[in-house]
């Protein structure tokens, strides 16, 4: 049997090394569980580990997943930045806009985004049925991340998603920049 501590060594050595994809219906998912070397029976009976982190891209978004094990029970906790807040000075729509899009989806899906230094930031915790398998961790976070889609499409049509501009390059879209006027 496993211990937690070599499938964390792996997750590690293979998210830093090389990098691994499940692909389900034709999309890649965050984590290939065959990679870790496990056999079939394995896979069935869950993963024996207590705690692990990946990260993975979504629609030009950077995501972060948190799992862990306590208490009889197991939760993925799901972060990321989503993008900036521009100042009201940089542009007053576009803070307007994007506050209302926040408080939209933080409506429908409970508190799951805020504005925190500056920044709007994905901050949501999922129930994970245990043993911990591949289906078991896929179907909540992409259930959830469906749910979530309509409100990053949202995001993206005052900010570009941070994945899809080169750094440096303001991810505010040229309709809510304030025009410069020259005297």
Not at 25 to 40: A, M, N, R
Not at 54 to 61: A, G, L, P, V
Not at 97 to 117: I, S, Y
């Amino acid at each position: 049997m496993l211990r937690c501590g070599l499938v964390q060594k792996h997750v590690h050595t293979a998210m830093e090394n090389s990098s691994f994809t499940l692909i389900l219906g034709g999309q890649s998912l965050p984590i290939d569980f065959h990679g870790l070397g496990l056999v079939e029976e394995e896979m069935r009976e869950g993963l024996p580990c207590g705690a692990f982190s990946f990260h993975f891209s979504w629609r030009q978004y950077k995501f972060r997943g948190d799992y862990r094990e306590a208490g009889g029970g197991a939760a993925l906790t799901l972060q990321s930045d989503l993008c900036p807040m521009p100042f009201s000075a940089e542009s007053p729509q576009a803070r307007i806009d994007l506050e209302a899009v926040v408080r939209a989806a933080n409506k429908a899906l409970g508190a799951v985004l805020r504005v925190e230094r500056g920044h709007i930031a994905l901050h949501h915790p999922l129930e994970i049925p245990l043993p911990l398998t591949a289906v078991g961790l896929i179907t909540p976070l992409t259930a959830f991340l469906i749910r979530l889609s309509p409100y990053l499409d949202c995001l993206g049509l005052v900010m570009a998603p941070p994945l899809s501009q080169p750094r440096g390059v303001s991810l505010l879209r040229p309709a809510y920049r304030r025009s410069r006027q020259r005297a």
